[in-house]
């Protein structure tokens, strides 16, 4: 980040060589390749690094009143990929975690008395219920729920990520 006076002695940051508050398109500064490719505004190229430059520690002063929508437009995509990231974490471990525990179920499996158990009836492993876990992302894909549909007619009740993860879903004893 270097700082660059312009006008009467104004200071303006500059982040990857461009002014924070710089209006203009940046065609030579390599956005008109992006801009066809991913048909994104060269402002939204601007954007998205000073994004990823905010996650990297850097970050620009405000200078001038102009500087306030954009520090509250890149404020609010931080959270927006912070938010994302902690759901996306926390239902990962809050699944897999409870899973793979003593009691071998979520709150609702337990308040239902059904378990998640290998095909041998044991507890499964915490890398076990991850597996479980990211493979209803592919269960999920599969349109018409169809991949859950599966269960009512598999011989082991297994939905399609219960087979990928080979586990079973049983009624507790």
């Known amino acids: 980040m270097h700082e660059m006076?312009?006008?009467a002695g104004a200071r303006r940051s500059v982040l990857f060589g461009v002014r924070a508050n710089d209006?203009?398109?940046?065609?030579s500064r390599g956005c008109a390749g992006s801009q066809r490719r991913w048909g994104l505004a060269c402002r939204a190229c601007s954007a998205l690094c000073r994004v990823l430059a905010a996650f990297c520690g850097l970050h620009h002063s405000i200078h001038s009143g102009d500087d306030i929508g954009e520090a509250f437009a890149l404020l609010g995509v931080a959270f927006l990929f912070a938010a994302f990231g902690i759901g996306f974490v926390g239902t990962w471990l809050y699944f897999a975690m409870m899973e793979s525990s003593s009691?071998?179920?979520?709150?609702g499996k337990r308040a239902l008395s059904i378990e998640v158990t290998d095909m041998?009836?044991?507890?499964?492993s915490f890398g076990r219920a991850s597996g479980r876990h990211f493979s209803k992302i592919i269960t999920n894909l599969i349109p018409f729920a169809i991949g859950y549909i599966l269960a009512g007619f598999t011989e082991?009740?297994?939905?399609l990520h219960d087979m990928i993860?080979?586990?079973l879903v049983v009624?507790?004893?």
Do not use: N
């Open 5 to 7: 006076r312009s006008g």
């Open 23 to 27: 209006r203009r398109h940046a065609h």
């Open 103 to 107: 009691w071998q179920a979520t709150l």
């Open 120 to 124: 041998a009836g044991q507890r499964i």
């Open 156 to 159: 082991k009740k297994q939905a």
């Open 165 to 167: 993860a080979s586990c």
């Open 171 to 173: 009624r507790k004893a």
